[in-house]
C-alpha cells in the first residue's frame, strides 16, 4: 500500500522585531567549480572560521522542496502522541552517551523549577553500522531521508572539508575528506528539533533562553534556514547578536573536533537559543539540522602536515595537553555521556547567567565543559 501523503510544510513569516543581527559571510558554492572558485572561497572563510566560528552557504544543490519535506517529515514525527513517541527512547542508553533516537522535552530542569522545553529525534548516518527501528511516517520516507542526509554530505560538508584543507595548506584538499568518509563508521546524524514555546513568566525564570551558551563537539553542523528567530552567537567581542534567517541559505557552524584538529585555530562557535521575539513568541520552533563529524577511529590531535599550522605553533590542544589522544569515537561518548547523564539544575542570576556545580560538567579529568554566559 502506498503511504500516506504528507501536506506540504508551511514557513511561518518572518519576525518583524528590530534585532541585533550578525554580520556573517554567505560562501556562494556555485563558485567552488569555477576557476580560482575555491581559493576566493578560503578567502572568505578564512576570518569567518577563525574569529566567530558561523557562515551562511548558498547554492548548495539541496532544492528546498528537498529541504521542505524534512521540516515536514519532522512536524508529522512530533505530531504523534507521547507514547508513540517514547517507544524510541530509551533514558539509560541517552544518560550512557547513546543519543540517537527520541529524548523528550523535561530531560532535565534548567533552573528555578523549569523544565527544557526541547525534543529532539536523531537518525544517525547510513553507514551500514547503525540499524534502528524507526517510527512508522519515517520508515516509510526512510530512503528519502536517507537521499538527504547524503546530500548533505556531498553536497555541503565534503566542499567545506576542501576549503578548510587549502585554508591549512595541506598537501592534499582530500584530506579531512578521507577522514570524513559517510560510509565508515562515524557518528554523523540528521536531527529534527522541535522548541515548545513557553509563557513570558516561564521564560523570565531562565533569563529568556531555551538553551545556554555552548559549543557543538563535531566538526560542522548545518542548521537549514527555519523563520523563528531564536539562535544567536557570540561575536569576537563577547556580544550575543542574533542570526537572521536568509532566504536560500544553510547556517553553518564550525565545532570542538575541527577546533582540536587545527590546535585551536579554527573557531569553535559559542552560540545558544533564546527566546523568540515577541511577534513569534508563541509559536513553537521546528529545526532540521545536519551533524558531520570525523570517522570514528580519526585520532583529534593536531594535524601534523600542515604548514599554517606549524608556522603558528599550533600543535596541541586541549586533549593533548592532558595526555589524552582521543579518538572521535572516544570523545563523542564522554562529551555526550556528560551532557546527558543527571545533574543539579543551574543557578541562574537575574541578568541570566548560569552556572553549575563543576562536578557536572567533567567531561574527562581536567577537561570541563564551559557554559558561555
Known amino acids: 500500500m502506498p503511504g500516506r501523503i504528507i501536506e506540504r510544510y508551511e514557513h511561518v513569516p518572518v519576525t518583524q522585531s528590530d534585532l541585533e543581527w550578525a554580520d556573517l559571510i554567505t560562501l556562494d558554492l556555485s563558485l567552488y567549480e569555477q576557476p580560482g572558485g575555491k581559493e576566493e572561497l578560503v578567502k572568505q572563510l578564512d576570518h569567518a572560521v577563525r574569529n566567530v566560528g558561523f557562515f551562511y552557504v548558498k547554492n548548495f544543490n539541496i532544492p528546498q522542496e528537498e529541504v521542505d519535506r524534512q521540516f515536514a517529515l519532522g512536524r508529522e514525527f512530533y505530531s504523534l502522541p507521547l507514547e508513540e513517541k517514547l517507544k524510541y527512547h530509551n533514558k539509560l542508553d541517552l544518560e550512557s552517551g547513546e543519543y540517537n533516537g527520541y529524548r523528550p522535552a523535561g530531560h532535565r530542569i534548567l533552573g528555578n523549577g523549569i523544565k527544557d522545553n526541547v525534543q529532539v529525534y536523531n537518525i544517525p548516518k547510513f553507514d551500514g553500522f547503525h540499524q534502528r527501528k524507526q517510527p512508522p511516517v519515517l520508515e516509510a520516507n526512510i530512503k528519502e531521508i536517507e537521499d538527504f542526509s547524503r546530500k548533505c554530505h556531498e553536497e555541503v560538508v565534503v566542499k567545506l572539508l576542501r576549503l578548510f584543507a587549502i585554508l591549512l595548506e595541506l598537501p592534499d584538499e582530500d584530506q579531512l575528506v578521507r577522514d570524513h568518509q559517510y560510509d565508515v563508521k562515524g557518528e554523523d546524524h540528521l536531527r529534527y528539533m522541535h522548541y515548545a514555546a513557553r509563557s513570558p513568566e516561564e521564560n523570565k525564570l531562565v533569563g529568556d533562553l531555551y538553551g545556554p551558551g555552548h559549543t557543538d563537539l563535531g566538526t560542522v553542523t548545518l542548521l537549514f534556514r527555519q523563520p523563528v528567530a531564536a539562535l544567536q552567537i557570540q561575536n569576537s567581542t ?37 527566546a523568540p521575539p515577541a511577534d513569534q ?15 570514528n577511529h580519526v585520532v583529534l590531535d593536531p594535524i601534523q602536515n600542515s604548514p599554517l599550522l606549524n608556522r603558528l605553533g599550533l600543535t596541541s590542544n586541549a586533549f593533548t595537553e592532558l595526555g589524552q589522544h582521543l579518538t572521535t569515537e572516544q570523545w563523542v561518548k564522554v562529551r555526550q555521556t556528560q551532557q546527558q ?4 539544575a543551574a543557578k541562574i542570576s537575574a541578568d541570566g547567567k548560569y552556572t553549575y556545580e563543576k562536578k557536572d560538567l567533567e567531561i574527562l579529568p581536567g577537561l570541563h565543559a564551559v557554559i558561555h554566559n
Do not use: M
Open 341 to 344: 547523564r543527571p545533574r543539579a
Open 238 to 274: 563577547g556580544e550575543w547578536k542574533w542570526v537572521k534567517p536568509q532566504d536560500g541559505t544553510i547556517t553553518i557552524n564550525t565545532c570542538d573536533a575541527l577546533t582540536a584538529l587545527t590546535g585551536g585555530l579554527i573557531k569553535s562557535s559559542v552560540h545558544r537559543v533564546h
Open 281 to 295: 513568541a508563541h509559536i513553537d520552533r521546528l529545526g532540521v539540522l545536519y551533524f558531520a563529524r570525523p570517522n
